[in-house]
């Protein structure tokens, strides 16, 4: 099993900046994808920003191109996201995630999840 743990939200005015970190552990050697997505109220759950491998692949939402940045810190176990110009839509729980492969197959696992508030 893989353990995740958010931490960073918070509240910021718009056009603000936010790095919310995963902690991640457990088999993390069989971890081959991890990101970040997010939940608004009323809304699905949707993608933030994946890296994909050994940290040289990386997958963006469009509405995050530009303003998120997702990194991998092996050495600390950690992933980061750091949010730069943020929206009131940005609002949403963040959740960290991270994709595993062994023999018994693929399987996800999530953090619980993170509040981020952005006010106007």
């Known amino acids: 099993q893989v353990q995740l743990a958010e931490s960073g939200g918070g509240l910021v005015q718009a056009g603000g900046s936010l790095r919310l970190s995963c902690a991640y552990s457990?088999?993390?050697?069989?971890?081959?994808?991890m990101g970040w997505y997010r939940q608004a109220p009323g809304k699905e759950r949707e993608l933030v920003a994946l890296i994909i491998g050994g940290a040289t692949n990386y997958e963006y939402a469009d509405f995050a191109k530009g303003r998120f940045t997702i990194s991998r810190d092996n050495a600390k176990n950690t992933v980061l996201l750091q949010m730069y110009n943020l929206k009131p839509e940005d609002t949403a729980v963040f959740y960290c995630y991270a994709e595993t492969y062994s023999a018994l197959g693929m399987r996800g696992y999530w953090g619980q999840g993170t509040q981020v508030t952005v006010s106007s």
């Open positions: 457990g088999r993390i050697f069989e971890i081959k994808r």
